[in-house]
């Protein structure tokens, strides 16, 4: 299926990715919403990990990129955890 709805296409098991009419990208959901040509291309990350782009430039460290709400706040979480421990 084609879409243009990134939040949508996070329910594929591969993404293509075209730029004038040839592939410019292909790969997994996780590892494409990642990767760094992603904003050359015009295409923007799905909210949640847009968020995590966000907060990973001014300095959180977020290994893993969500691509869900709830990956998002399970990752937030997890952060928030280990940041009181260490207090």
Same mark, same amino acid.
């Given at each position: 299926s084609v879409t243009? @709805?990134?939040d949508e296409a996070l329910l594929a @098991?591969?993404?293509v990715?075209?730029?004038a009419g040839r592939v410019a990208l292909e790969a997994a959901?996780?590892?494409?919403?990642d990767h760094?040509?992603?904003a050359?291309?015009?295409l923007g990350a799905p909210t949640a990990s847009a968020v995590a782009l966000g907060l990973r430039r001014r300095g959180l460290p977020l290994t893993a990129l969500p691509l869900t709400a709830d990956e998002?706040?399970?990752t937030l979480l997890a952060l928030r955890?280990?940041?009181w421990a260490r207090r």
């Open positions: 243009h @709805d990134m @098991d591969r993404i990715a075209l730029s959901p996780r590892v494409l919403f760094e040509a992603l050359t291309l015009g998002l706040a399970t955890e280990a940041t």
